[in-house]
Nanobody, 125 residues
Framework: QVQLVESGGGLVQAGDSLRLSCVASGRIFRTYTMGWFRQVPGKEREFVAAISWDGGSTYDEEIVKGRFTISRGNPKNVVFLQMMNLKPEDTAVYYC??????????????????WGQGTQVTVSS
């Protein structure tokens, strides 16, 4: 079993920044992709960003628009999502996900194997 634990969400004002963190633990393959998704009640979960074991990153540019950066820590079982210039439309529950082993770049949540519980991000106007 793989466990993912997110942290760093909160209530901020428009224009502020937040950094989300996710720590992976448990039985996990040697190399794995980690990603961030978000979901608003009543809407489908949407892809935000993902990063491969070797550091290659993928973003939903319609959402990110250059404001978010995904990175892996050292050790690599930690992933961050640095979010800047937050907007009210960024309000959502943000979920960390892992794909193991890596199977190519995907923005489809069905291609990820483990999920965290989510962390709420609320951006006030």
């Amino acid at each position: 079993q793989v466990q993912l634990v997110e942290s760093g969400g909160g209530l901020v004002q428009a224009g502020d920044s937040l950094r989300l963190s996710c720590v992976a633990s448990g039985r996990i393959f040697r190399t794995y992709t980690m990603g961030w998704f978000r979901q608003v009640p009543g809407k489908e979960r949407e892809f935000v960003a993902a990063i491969s074991w070797d550091g290659g990153s993928t973003y939903d540019e319609e959402i990110v628009k250059g404001r978010f950066t995904i990175s892996r820590g050292n050790p690599k079982n930690v992933v961050f999502l640095q979010m800047m210039n937050l907007k009210p439309e960024d309000t959502a529950v943000y979920y960390c996900a892992a794909q193991y082993p890596e199977r190519g770049r995907s923005q489809n949540g069905a291609d990820f194997d483990a999920w965290g519980q989510g962390t709420q991000v609320t951006v006030s106007s």
